[in-house]
């Protein structure tokens, strides 16, 4: 489960939602919001419930500034293996702002595997766009480093972005996607709870090892409810067969 989709109950008892996530079936989490607590204690809340931190999702400015080396140190506090950039300033949004992200990456990605972790990129449907003739994604893609740089791929919104299908990236870029967000998309393109709605999960996850994908997050980003959200998703999943 990534943690965002759960952000309200989070809000107002951190421990409790943890324990609830465990308690439907749910092992890992993908850590996006802290809710004013330390890095330590969510790492004790988590042991209590036997539950494993894969990753955090870092801002921005934070992974390309002077915050990296304690955020990175935070990550490991955590358990997680992956620090996760969730989304770009949107003055990057042009082929010139993707190249200096790739820059910015790159160095970000030499400084997280000297402390034994992996930077990832976590997209949105923007990232999708063909500007100037050529898609955002697909520069990231080609000028970062595979041995430094992965991405979280939200099939959700690989998918509403319309320039690649998730299946044909994994197949494409093999081995640079260690994580995927799992979102379903509506009929009328909202979010939906996975296995309720359009997108082709056994298609995907079919070519999901191609892509070097080693964790499966669900995400829902406005939950109705979240824990009838969580546990459909889940439900669902856990009979899935590919």
Known sequence: MHLYTMRTPLAADFAGTLEHLAGIGYATVGVSGRHGNSPAAIRQMLDRVRLKAVLEHVGYDTVTGSGLPQALEDVHTLGGQWIVVPSL??????PAGYREVARQFNRAGLAARESGLKLLYHNHGGDHE??????LYDILLAETDPELVGFELDVYWAAK????????????HPGRFPAL????MAPNGDFA?????VLDFPAMFDTARQ???????????APADPFASARASYRYLSRLRY
């Open 89 to 94: 300033p949107g003055a990057l949004h042009s």
């Open 130 to 135: 063909v500007v100037e003739g050529v898609s």
């Open 161 to 172: 972005g319309g320039s690649s299908a998730p299946g044909e990236l994994f197949v494409r």
């Open 181 to 184: 967000h799992v979102k379903d």
């Open 193 to 197: 709870d996975v296995g309720s709605g």
């Open 211 to 221: 892509g070097g994908v080693r964790q499966w997050l669900v995400e829902h980003d």
